[in-house]
């Protein structure tokens, strides 16, 4: 069991480590070709790493005699598949919105900024535990989500009470990632998690094929041809890959498989650096950098999500989280 955990933990710790830099690499993707497409072709990728992934796992399942068509009962097998298609649709439709909002967003805000605001979803799950399963909410985390928004605030209101677009888009995504957690929970003990990643990003591909043609394809206003198309992809496809085959492909199973191997109050610790990796990735690879106000706006966001996810004394374990 310690072993387990220790490695669930690990997953998680390396799963936070590439969602941070994939905040970098999405920032860098949209120098060259609009966000619809990018996060398009990205889960088309995606799907494809997680198809290897899938023949892999039943490979091994299959060699070592654990196939669940063999481990269970037909009756068993019979929910566990229908979990793992349910699953995946879910998953990939609230993948679809999270994804593109945060995407957009991320066109006119900081790689940095956008990782700590993301990372609300992490005060949010227990709030939308309370309020749609009546789980209960301690003092903490009332205390965590009062903090948390001063911390945005300072992160992102200007002077005038001015806030920018991208980080309404991206407080949007962070809304969807909250949802995203609740439904892995609810999914992945009982689903074939694998099977399911690769669902969820199958239907996300098809979803984001179909929005990324109509508003940034040839029916678009804004469409300059398929030469000019094709050229931006090609230049944008490094970013493209790494989120495509690293960060949706491996972090995202990385993030079901560990959940399922460790407790939700240490994964929720553990992901919640992915924030502090995007900004640090930010500095030392974009050179970007925050004001005064918004440094501390950070600080603040990060010592809420971590109050957010100290145990009450009425409470054993809160949810664990997503991202990019």
């Known amino acids: 069991m310690r072993h387990s955990k220790a490695l669930g933990n690990t997953l998680l710790l390396v799963t936070a480590m590439v969602w941070g830099m994939a905040f970098v690499f999405q920032r860098k993707g949209m120098d060259h070709i609009g966000p619809l497409t990018f996060n398009a072709v990205r889960q088309v990728l995606a799907s494809l790493a997680l198809f290897v992934m899938v023949l892999a796992s039943d490979a091994y399942n299959k060699a070592k005699g654990t196939l669940p068509s ?67 909410t301690g003092v903490l985390q009332v205390a965590a989500v009062v903090i948390a928004t001063v911390g945005l605030y300072l992160l992102s209101v200007k002077e005038g009470f001015s806030i920018e677009k991208g980080d309404i888009w991206i407080m949007a995504c962070a809304v969807f990632w909250t949802i995203y957690i609740l439904a892995c929970d609810r999914y992945s003990p009982v689903a074939d998690t694998i099977r399911m990643s690769f669902i969820q990003f199958v239907c996300a ?89 918004e440094l501390a706006g950070c600080v603040i966001m990060f010592a809420a999500i971590i109050l957010s996810q100290l145990p009450s004394p009425r409470r054993k374990a809160n949810m664990g989280m997503p991202k990019a």
């Open 70 to 136: 063999r481990t269970m009962t037909a009756e068993h097998f019979r929910l566990y598949k229908k979990n793992t298609l349910e699953g995946g649709i879910v998953l990939g439709v609230i993948v679809t919105l999270a994804g593109e909002f945060q995407q957009i967003g991320i066109v006119s805000t900081s790689a940095g900024k956008a990782g700590f605001i993301t990372a609300l979803y992490v005060v949010l799950v227990p709030v939308a535990s309370f309020l749609f399963f009546r789980k209960y």
């Open 205 to 293: 591909a098809v979803l984001q094929i179909v929005i990324a043609m109509a508003l940034e394809g040839p029916a678009s206003s804004g469409w300059q041809g398929w030469g000019y198309y094709g050229q931006s992809l090609k230049e944008a496809m490094t970013a493209i890959a790494y989120c495509g085959l690293v960060s949706s492909g491996i972090g995202f199973t990385g993030q079901i498989v560990g959940q399922k191997y460790t407790d939700a109050v240490s994964a929720s610790l553990i992901m919640c650096l992915e924030s502090v990796f995007a900004a640090i990735f930010g500095v030392l690879i974009l050179r970007e950098m925050m004001s005064g106000r």
